[in-house]
T-cell receptor
Framework: EAQVTQNPRYLITVTGKKLTVTCSQNMNHEYMSWYRQDPGLGLRQIYYSMNVEVTDKGDVPEGYKVSRKEKRNFPLILESPSPNQTSLYFC?????????????FGPGTRLTVT | AQTVTQSQPEMSVQEAETVTLSCTYDTSESDYYLFWYKQPPSRQMILVIRQEAYKQQNATENRFSVNFQKAAKSFSLKISDSQLGDAAMYFCAYNTNNAGNMLTFGGGTRLMVKP
C-alpha cells in the first residue's frame, strides 16, 4: 500500500531533550516536506527536500533540523525542544516538486513539550 | 507573501442539505493551484478537490464542487447532499511553482453535520 508513515504518533517530552520524528514514504517520491499544525493557523511548512541531500527552509524552520540521506526517509530533528514546539506535525511527499503534483500526508505526530 | 483566509471558523449543516465554505487568497502569481483538504477526527489530511488557476471551468468531484473566482481571488467549496461523514475540519490551500511546492493553508473551518 502506497503510504507515508510517521513515528511516533504521540510523544510527550521535556524541554531540552533531543528528539527525532521519523518519516518514510514507499512511493519513490522525490519531494518531501514537514508541516506543523496549530489551532487557527492551519498547517505551516517547516522544511522541505527536493531530492536526496537537498533541503531548504520553509516558513517556520527555527528550532528544527532535517536530513535527507535516502530518498524514502526525511526525519525531523528537534535538538532542544521548547514548549512552543508543542504541535501536531505532518510529513508529506509528492512525486516531484512542481505545484501540480498532489502531496500525500502522513498520519501526523502529536508532540507535547513540557 | 501569499496568504489564505478562511473567515468561517465553524459551520453547521443539516444532513442532506447543501453548505458552502468560503476561502479567499492573496497572490501576485498568475499560475497556481488551489486545494481543499478534509481533516476528519483521525487527523489524516485528505485531498477533496483541486483547481488549476488557468482553468476557467470549476472543478467538481461527486458531491463536492468549487466556485473559483480568479479576479476576486475567491475559492469556495460547496458540499451537496451533506452526509454525517462530511463532518471534519476543512482547509483551503494554495500552491505555486515559485514557492518550492509549499502549500499555504488557511486557518480551517470546522464543519458539523446535524442528523
Amino acid at each position: 500500500e502506497a503510504q507515508v508513515t510517521q513515528n511516533p504518533r504521540y510523544l510527550i517530552t521535556v524541554t531540552g531533550k533531543k528528539l527525532t520524528v521519523t518519516c518514510s514514504q514507499n512511493m519513490n517520491h522525490e519531494y518531501m516536506s514537514w508541516y506543523r499544525q496549530d489551532p487557527g493557523l492551519g498547517l505551516r511548512q517547516i522544511y522541505y527536500s527536493m531530492n536526496v541531500e537537498v533541503t531548504d527552509k520553509g516558513d517556520v524552520p527555527e528550532g528544527y533540523k532535517v536530513s535527507r540521506k535516502e530518498k524514502r526517509n526525511f526525519p525531523l530533528i528537534l535538538e532542544s525542544p521548547s514548549p512552543n514546539q508543542t504541535s501536531l506535525y505532518f510529513c508529506a511527499s509528492s512525486l516531484l516538486s512542481g505545484s501540480s503534483y498532489e502531496q500525500y500526508f502522513g498520519p501526523g505526530t502529536r508532540l507535547t513539550v513540557t | 507573501a501569499q496568504t489564505v483566509t478562511q473567515s468561517q471558523p465553524e459551520m453547521s449543516v443539516q444532513e442532506a442539505e447543501t453548505v458552502t465554505l468560503s476561502c479567499t487568497y492573496d497572490t501576485s502569481e498568475s499560475d497556481y493551484y488551489l486545494f481543499w483538504y478534509k481533516q476528519p477526527p483521525s487527523r489524516q489530511m485528505i485531498l477533496v478537490i483541486r483547481q488549476e488557476a488557468y482553468k476557467q471551468q470549476n472543478a467538481t468531484e461527486n458531491r463536492f464542487s468549487v466556485n473559483f473566482q480568479k479576479a476576486a481571488k475567491s475559492f469556495s467549496l460547496k458540499i451537496s447532499d451533506s452526509q454525517l461523514g462530511d463532518a471534519a475540519m476543512y482547509f483551503c490551500a494554495y500552491n505555486t511553482n515559485n514557492a518550492g511546492n509549499m502549500l499555504t493553508f488557511g486557518g480551517g473551518t470546522r464543519l458539523m453535520v446535524k442528523p
